[in-house]
């Protein structure tokens, strides 16, 4: 690592040199120097943004012995982690008291904190306007709120996924503009994508190599360093903007091998072969295949949203992503596809949508998981709706549906128990419980987008 960050460094300092020239404020500050303002910090790392990704990563500092401090503009979140509460499934709220008793983890809303903290990750939403286009004013309000508290020879790294260009044209100004320092000389700046599998047990945080890109090759140095406290490799990368770039290229590579086995299993059905089957078949190739798995359409926080971040920066080079948007277009038209077979699953019954009952199975949109965002369910449940059906859910893992973005008017909402009450039952998430329920003695038509159910009702849909 260390010579791929001596490569990286040659590159990026002549780069610097050409900058320095120009520059009036420039410093040459000792290692000396920076020990003793470092020594007055109270906090080893602060974590702005305390969900999916922000929660985990405290837990990782903390456990590697860092001193920790989150910060959420979310009182309710601070609040749970003080108390030593998780607000998080996949989380234990053994963790979090065991590091809050340890004071290796604290939690506030006041921003103040940050300026006690040596190096400050900001963790906070990336999502799309309902125009679609980046909505960066969750990474704005947090860089604005930060900058009067930003102190010399801290480090900021930005983790939210964003377009190549983010950490450069977007953070570094409004913190240069706040703070009246310059970064890359008074403060250092990177940028590090997260790559959390939630809800995954085989995933484990500190065996997920960190790709990181600085601003410059010391804020590289500094961000490699404390990254390397939680996990085994770092990745260094020449500029912020690659690393930006690498997180959008895993994501849309995803999006569009899922587009693929999606169009697929719509052809497959209507050719009477069993996609499912196929991809278990091809999974045996040992080279040059992935297996990737058709489902109801897109959900959560980053293969719905994040490609078209890159759509809207390749405008501004005159670029249309048109693999992209085609990929996007096969996935978002998935639901219609579940709706149709829902109601091939009724028509077979002899019974119209209006006024049928239709249970869905799954309102999270990724299995054994609570996270709810983006997910096909809510836009399923709305179709179905929309055409007069009387839509329940079934979610061990969401009992009541919260406030989201996507999903307003179903707010307050309760997960129902699984019964022979319904004209048809929809599986849209494969929860482990599903896996495991007798349906077949339930005897109600099954839609299932899943492949899930190892017990099969006479009339079962893949779909
Ligand atoms: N969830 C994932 O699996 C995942 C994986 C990789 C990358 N990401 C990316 O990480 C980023 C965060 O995602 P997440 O899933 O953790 O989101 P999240 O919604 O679970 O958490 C974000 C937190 O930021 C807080 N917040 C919002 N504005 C704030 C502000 N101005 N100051 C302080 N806190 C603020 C919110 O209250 C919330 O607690 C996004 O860019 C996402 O695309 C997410």
Not at 19 to 41: C, F, N, P, W, Y
Not at 119 to 143: A, E, M
Request: net charge neutral; charged share 25%; proline share 6%.
């Amino acid at each position: 690592m260390e010579a791929r960050i001596s490569t990286i460094s040659k590159q990026l300092s002549k780069q610097e040199l050409d900058k320095k020239k120009s520059r009036t404020r420039l410093k040459l500050v000792t290692a000396g120097e920076d020990k003793r303002i470092l020594q007055s910090r109270v906090y080893d790392v602060a974590v702005i943004g305390l969900g999916y990704v922000g929660l985990p990563l405290c837990l990782a500092f903390a456990k590697s012995g860092a001193s920790v401090l989150g910060v959420d503009v979310d009182v309710s979140k601070s609040t749970s982690i003080q108390a030593g509460k998780s607000y998080i499934k996949h989380i234990a709220s053994t963790d979090i008291a065991t590091a809050v008793e340890n004071k290796t983890l604290s939690a506030t809303d006041d921003f103040s904190k940050l300026t006690n903290a040596e190096s400050i990750l900001i963790c906070v939403p990336t999502p799309l306007t309902i125009n679609r286009t980046p909505d960066l004013s969750y990474v704005k309000n947090t860089v604005k709120a930060l900058a009067p508290h930003l102190r010399e020879k801290q480090l900021v790294v930005l983790e939210s996924t964003t377009y190549p260009g983010t950490t450069d044209e977007v953070v570094k100004p409004i913190l240069e503009a706040g703070s009246g320092l310059i970064a890359g000389e008074d403060f250092y700046l990177a940028y590090s994508p997260e790559r959390e599998d939630p809800g995954n047990p085989k995933s484990n945080f500190s065996d997920c190599p960190k790709v990181i890109g600085g601003l410059s090759s010391v804020c590289l140095e500094k961000a490699c360093s404390l990254y390397e406290r939680i996990v085994k490799n770092v990745v260094p990368v020449s500029d912020c903007k690659i690393a930006e770039a690498t997180k959008l290229m895993e994501n849309i590579f995803r999006s569009i091998n899922i587009a693929l086995v999606n169009e697929l299993k719509v052809i497959y059905s209507q050719m009477g072969i069993n996609v499912w089957e196929v991809i278990q078949a091809a999974s045996t190739k040992p080279f040059g295949y992935m297996p990737f798995y058709p489902g109801p359409g897109l959900g959560g926080h980053c293969i719905p949203i994040d490609p078209f971040y890159l759509s809207w920066k390749a405008l501004e080079f005159g670029h249309h992503t048109r693999l992209i948007e085609l990929a996007g277009e096969i996935n978002t038209a998935m639901p219609d596809y579940v709706v149709s077979r829902v109601i091939d699953a009724l028509n077979d019954s002899g019974k119209p949508v209006k006024k049928s009952r239709v249970l869905i199975l799954g309102i999270a949109y990724k299995a054994d998981v609570d996270d709810d965002r983006e997910s096909p369910s809510y836009v399923i449940m709305q179709a179905l709706e929309k055409r007069g059906a009387f839509v329940s859910y079934n979610d061990p893992h969401v009992p009541v549906i919260q406030p989201g973005r996507s999903h307003h008017a179903e707010a307050g909402r309760e997960s129902v128990p699984i019964s022979n009450n319904f004209d048809v039952i929809l599986l849209c998430t494969n929860h482990k419980e599903y896996k495991e329920f007798n349906f077949e003695a339930l005897n109600v038509p099954l839609v299932d987008c899943r492949n899930a159910s190892s017990s099969r009702p006479a009339s079962y849909y893949a779909a």
